[in-house]
């Protein structure tokens, strides 16, 4: 079984940074592909950004330019780094992995718990 830690919110000023980090922990062979989602009080869940096992990059874009999503392999964890933060990027973040648990075996896709970014103006 496989379990996802994310870490990293906070209350940031508009202009500020955070990192939120997303570790998977349990059977885990690689992970495939990596999301970042958030989801704004009153609005659908969107995608933020994406990483893939190629290393190949999408953001939404509303973040392009501001936010990068990177992997540590050694960590088995997946990470947004967040810069020039603004009002309008407050939400609850939520990081999707899709695992290959065993070589050659199936892919699942895993949910973190959620954590909340707040940005003051």
């Known amino acids: 079984q496989v379990q996802l830690v994310e870490s990293g919110g906070g209350l940031v000023q508009a202009g500020g940074s955070l990192t939120l980090s997303c570790a998977a922990s349990?059977?885990?062979?690689?992970?495939?592909?990596g999301h970042w989602y958030r989801q704004a009080p009153g609005k659908e869940r969107e995608l933020v950004a994406s990483i893939f096992d190629s290393g190949a990059r999408n953001y939404a874009d509303s973040v392009k330019g501001r936010f990068a999503i990177s992997r540590d392999i050694g960590k088995n964890a997946v990470n947004l780094k967040m810069n020039s933060l603004r009002p309008e990027d407050t939400a609850v973040y939520y990081c999707?992995?899709?695992?290959?648990?065993?070589?050659?075996?199936?892919?699942?896709?895993?949910w973190g718990q959620g954590t909340q970014v707040t940005v003051s103006s």
């Open positions: 349990g059977s885990i062979f690689e992970i495939v592909i």
């Open positions: 999707n992995v899709a695992i290959r648990e065993l070589l050659d075996g199936p892919i699942r896709s895993y």
